[in-house]
């Protein structure tokens, strides 16, 4: 992994830095070309130990550290070149490296995972922003037809089983992958009618129409037509309980008892039932009082609410 030099001098090595998995782990690739990119995070390993780098004030050190191996001290530093600068360039020269500008490429859409060096799409098509033009057969292995340039920096390709996009030191590879069915629980709601409703816990929510009401435990909450009451348990939705059914009288009983116990009348104007839709016995009705013209006031109101 070291370079030597005419008196077997060990040069020390870069590594890039490809993620990280904590502040203390993560994957790097060796670099086996002379060229290194700014802008791009490095870890460098020493054969010896050191004390500070000639150019140390010209980058971004992220972290130093010293380790023991094959009976043999080393040092790392990681790195990163934010600009080019005549040290930089004398000391990698010295060590037979050549810094360049980067290049850079970044997946925005859609949210993918990454699994070892590809990035997994399961869409058709990804989103790219990149600092250089895409080329089909170029810089990217799919033909013309399958890039759609939106504007500057942001171009729309369309994904083949394998996708390779790189230019210099950018590098990024999607494959296509089948949307994977989610391993759940299915969770069973429990679903429960009652007038009131004891309150257990501080797990109970209220909804009506007048919005959502956290329940207090020990409370006794009559249960309102329109209402219902939802429990949780670690967040997720476990009962529902809600109202009886009123009692619904028929049309036809409703109408009888108008008759039976109100008795005010009024004058029958057929035309207040034009744009109505009527049943049966509404019209049945009606025709009665045509004869007499004449309708009971409560009867009237019930049929313009739907009731009869």
Known sequence: MFRKDRRNTLYPSFFKIQAYEDDDSFQAKLVRTEILYTNTTYLIIFTHQYHVLSFQN???????????????????I????????????????????????????????????????????????????SSFELQAHGNINVHSDSISRISDNLTKVAIKPK????????????????????????????QKTDK???????????????????LSKGASVQMTPKSEVRHYSSGYLDAIIVPPEPNVISGERLLQ???????????????????????QI???????????????????????????
């Open 196 to 214: 009131t409703f004891c309150v257990t816990d501080d797990a109970s929510f209220m909804f009506n129409r007048s919005g959502v009401l956290l």
């Open 282 to 308: 509404a019209l049945q009705y009606i025709e009665y009082c045509e004869k007499t013209g004449l309708i009971n006031s409560a009867a009237k109101r019930f049929i313009e609410e739907g009731r009869i």
């Open 163 to 190: 996708t390779k996009i790189y230019k210099k030191n950018a590098e990024l590879m999607l494959e296509t992958r089948e949307q994977e069915a989610n391993a759940y629980i299915d969770l069973s709601v429990l």
């Open 58 to 76: 010209d980058v971004k050190v992220a972290k130093t550290f010293t380790f023991r191996t094959m009976n043999r001290d080393f040092a790392g």
């Open 257 to 279: 008892d108008a008759l039976i116990y109100y008795k005010r009348l009024e004058t029958l104007n057929r035309d207040d039932f034009e744009s109505l839709n009527l049943s």
């Open 78 to 129: 990681i790195v990163t070149f934010t600009k080019k600068s005549t040290r930089i360039e004398q000391q990698l020269e010295a060590w037979k490296y050549k810094l360049e500008s980067n290049e850079m490429l970044t997946l925005l859409w859609p949210p993918s995972p990454q699994v070892d060096d590809a990035v997994h799409i399961r869409t058709k098509c990804a989103y790219i922003h």
